[in-house]
């Protein structure tokens, strides 16, 4: 293993390794779906144009064979902010600025297509661990358009943990393999 970061003063001699990063990259999707879903009704009654739109028993465009279960209508955040540079939570209220206005509007068209409303994240982390935290007004604002958070974490591949040796007093560390 390669030579981390200095450890923390006061520690006993010993191998560390380092397994949070707190590095990531995120963004935030809201979604509603439904088998009643008109993508064309819902963009009417919101004045918001979508991201991604299809109707139930539309063919997919990665595999025609295939069609949508559900109809499906989204908004992306990562088509104007940073996936690398913007918090989730930049991500979830820039998707909230959008949608709120509308509110009204947008939950007399879940309620006529009886639709589940969704706020989909995903965060990709660098390190073995990483955390973050939403604010107690974010995490409000998503519950008072009546719409579940769902977040879906994904590790990094191949990635080695960090480690730092703290050599006995008076002798050099060890090469770490």
């Not at 879903?37 to 963009?43: G, Q």
């Not at 104007?80 to 939570?89: F, G, I």
């Not at 604002?141 to 080695?160: C, F, H, K, Q, S």
């Amino acid at each position: 293993m390669p030579k981390g970061p200095e450890p923390p003063q006061g520690l006993p001699p010993g191998t560390y390794i380092r397994i949070s990063g707190g590095s990531w990259s995120n963004t935030a999707t809201f979604q509603l779906w439904g088998s009643r879903l008109d993508p064309d009704v819902v963009t009417r009654a919101i004045g918001i144009e979508p991201s991604r739109a299809n109707k139930r028993g539309e063919p997919r465009a990665n595999n025609p064979e295939r069609t949508h279960r559900t109809g499906i209508w989204s908004l992306k955040s990562d088509e104007v902010l940073s996936r690398a540079d913007d918090h989730l939570d930049d991500h979830l209220r820039w998707l909230l600025d959008q949608l709120e206005p509308r509110a009204p509007e947008l939950r007399d068209v879940i309620a006529e297509q009886e639709l589940d409303a969704q706020f989909w994240c995903a965060v990709f982390m660098e390190a073995l661990n990483c955390d973050f935290a939403l604010p107690p007004e974010t995490i409000g604002r998503m519950a008072a358009l009546g719409a579940t958070l769902r977040l879906d974490i994904y590790a990094p591949e191949n990635l080695e943990p960090e480690a730092t040796e703290i050599p006995e007093p008076g002798k050099e560390p060890k090469p770490l393999d």
